[in-house]
């Protein structure tokens, strides 16, 4: 007897279907032999795969637009192919293996300038997912596209070519250390005080002695010139200071008030008014005519050593031993500044002609300041690494400085770099030590420099007409970091 037939459910072809290809896939990945191949790529998790490495990898990239693509014409690609040849722009491609189509731009990085060329307005090139660094790039920088950047130049300003100074001239007549020098408005003369307690005159085209003037019982520290009447200022270690009339070659005042020796001199550019400065650390502002002091500016710790006098507010510098600048009020007398920037003695300051700045001098190192707030603007690229006793500037940019070893050093303005190292040779007779440089002035023209110095001899200094850029290149190189003190 026959037993209940029991009935077994239909399987759904589709079903099988899917079975059977899953055990053919198990199968082939177990027993194919090109097991080992990689399988093809898909496209669409490729894109999104490299969208989301670039947009990791490179942060600071912007998107250049969302435009979708249209299809070019065949002029257009050919003009694209031209520039894209022609330009110096460097394209990272994908990972190996991936062979991107020409019209999907997301597959390269373009590192370039950010502008697109004119010739493209016409044609669109943004794809999706494409990006474009700039080549100056963001401040962030990653790490990973240093390598390609373009180096960023400089900011330090480049000097301007000078040719070198020359000696062309030495002058021996004092009988002591030469410490101070001044021009005649004419440049026709220029007068020099010395230790040996005389002013001396002298002829400028010849250097010729014109005049010797006594009068001083020690050396003679200051000297001016006036621009507006005859007159010529002295100052000395006597602590007397004298106005000399040259019509008559005379002393006709004398302004009392300094209680030790004076060591700077300078005479207001548009007042009748003269400004001395000394041991006794105070520079005194005296009326030409009337002889009267009119204000004693205290308030330096030390000898004042240095001073100049402009037309506008501040319109009186002061540097001292002290370490300090001193900007003065000239209505009340009082400080309006003081620039502490300086570590050692500030023994010589010159204004520039023509911009509103200063430099000033000291054995740590020369500073230029501005105008009239006093910011510090950057320190001179070298070290001199000596006391420096006089610096002057001409209307070209060009600055001297002078050292107690005997070494001329000429400077570019505006970029602080030192284009020329001279020594000073002493005179047969004298020491080496003597080899010092105590007072620097430029004539009127500002193409003759004149140099005081302790073997008692005066030098004049010219520019090399024979050099030219080519005998004697700038050898610059732009500082790496910026002190700001």
């Not at 999907?104 to 060329?117: A, C, I, K, R, Y």
């Not at 494409?130 to 950047?149: D, K």
């Not at 960023?152 to 001239?169: D, E, Q």
Request: include cysteine; proline fraction near 6%; glycine fraction near 8%.
């Amino acid at each position: 007897m026959s037993g209940p037939t029991m009935e077994m459910e239909p399987v759904e072809p589709q079903s099988m279907k899917k079975l059977s290809l899953k055990s053919l896939k198990r199968a082939l990945d177990l027993f194919s032999p090109v097991h080992g191949h990689i399988a093809p790529l898909d496209t669409e998790s490729k894109k999104i795969r490299l969208s989301h490495k670039i947009s990791v990898e490179y942060g600071g990239i912007k998107g250049t637009g969302s435009q979708p693509d249209r299809p070019l014409g065949a002029s257009a690609q050919n003009r694209v192919q031209k520039i894209a040849d022609s330009s110096s722009v460097l394209a990272l491609p994908g990972p190996e293996g991936s062979k991107a189509p020409k019209e999907d731009t997301h597959n390269s990085l373009v590192v370039g300038p950010s502008l697109q060329p004119k010739a493209l307005n016409d044609v669109s090139l943004h794809g999706k997912s494409s990006t474009i660094i700039s080549a100056f790039g963001s401040s962030e920088r990653n790490l990973s596209t240093s390598a390609i950047m373009e180096r960023i130049p400089s900011k330090w300003p480049r000097p301007l070519w000078h040719p070198p100074w020359k000696n062309y001239r030495v002058i021996s007549g004092h009988l002591g250390w030469v410490r101070s020098v001044a021009f005649d408005p004419s440049n026709t003369w220029f007068c020099t005080g010395s230790a040996d307690r005389t002013i001396k005159i002298w002829d400028v085209a010849s250097g010729k002695l014109k005049l010797t003037l006594t009068g001083h019982i020690e050396q003679v520290r200051g000297l001016a010139v006036s621009t507006k009447h005859t007159y010529m200022f002295s100052a000395g270690d006597d602590k007397l200071v004298k106005c000399w009339d040259l019509e008559q070659n005379k002393v006709i005042r004398s302004y009392h008030g300094h209680l030790s020796g004076v060591y700077c001199l300078a005479l207001h550019p548009t007042i009748d008014i003269l400004l001395t400065g000394g041991r006794d650390s105070v520079c005194r502002v005296w009326d030409i005519r009337s002889k009267m002091q009119i204000y004693a500016l205290s308030g330096h710790e030390n000898t004042v050593c240095s001073v100049f006098a402009r037309p506008t507010d501040p319109q009186v510098v002061t540097g001292s031993h002290d370490s300090t600048i001193k900007f003065w009020d000239l209505r009340y007398g009082k400080t309006m500044t003081t620039l502490t920037h300086h570590k050692k003695s500030v023994r010589a300051m010159a204004l520039h002609p023509k911009e509103n700045c200063f430099a000033s001098a000291s054995a740590d190192n020369i500073k230029k300041f501005s105008l009239p707030r006093g910011e510090f603007l950057h320190n001179m690229l070298s070290q001199q690494k000596t006391i420096i006793n006089a610096m002057a500037v001409n209307d070209e940019g060009v600055m001297a400085t002078g050292g107690d070893n005997g070494s001329l050093w000429f400077w570019d303005w505006k970029s602080g770099h030192n284009f020329q190292q001279a020594q000073t040779i002493v005179q047969p007779g004298s020491l080496d030590s003597e080899a010092g440089i105590y007072a620097l002035s430029y004539d009127v023209t500002g193409t003759r420099l004149i140099s005081c110095e302790a073997d008692k001899t005066i030098k004049m200094w010219k520019e090399d007409e024979h050099a030219t850029p080519e005998t004697h290149p700038v050898n610059f190189r732009p500082p790496k970091d910026i002190r700001r003190f």
